[in-house]
């Protein structure tokens, strides 16, 4: 099982307690937001694609999008998601579980800068009823990632107009 795999990685760095299974679903952006009573921007989703025939991992906020053309311009190839079945085999976590850490081998993970404007977020641990509170410091340390990417839209839009709201200028 995903989560057993998930646990075991942060038992060795003395963790696997923060890994938090949950009584109702986290399989999607909006059940998890819920489940752990935060705002849906804080869920860091990941999302498995194929790129240049092998599994690439990027994980974004919960309300980032992926922006086709700046996906491209990362790297080189349209986007193109991997099937459940595909995601299960190659990354090593089922859909609605994915996340960056106790992946399989040959698995590169990027994180997008929509996560940079958070103190703490919120990625699953390999069920689709887990997660575990990072820093972004921690997701960069325990997700073994690559690189920083911008391969997303929406999200700068809605945070420009909640710090509006915020401040009383709409």
């Not at 646990?7 to 986290?26: C, H, I, P």
């Amino acid at each position: 099982m995903a989560i057993e795999k998930v646990k075991e990685y942060f038992r060795a760095y003395g963790m696997e307690d923060r890994v938090q299974e949950l009584a109702a679903s986290s399989a999607t952006v909006e059940l998890a937001a819920q489940a752990l009573h935060c705002e849906p921007c804080r869920i860091a989703k990941t999302l498995s694609f194929m790129a240049d025939a092998r599994p690439i991992l990027i994980v974004t906020a919960g309300d980032a999008k992926i922006d086709n053309p700046k996906y491209k311009a990362q790297f080189g190839v349209k986007a193109k998601m991997l099937t459940p079945e595909e995601a299960e085999t190659l990354v090593g976590h089922a859909v609605g579980g994915v996340c960056p850490f106790a992946v399989n081998e040959g698995v590169t993970v990027y994180l997008d800068e929509s996560l940079q404007r958070f103190r703490t977020v919120f990625p699953a641990c390999g069920s689709s009823n887990s997660a575990i509170e990072l820093t972004i410091a921690e997701l960069e340390t325990y997700s073994g990632y690559t690189a920083w990417v911008d391969v997303c839209k929406g999200w700068r839009e809605d945070a420009i107009e909640k710090e509006r709201f915020d401040n009383g200028t709409v």
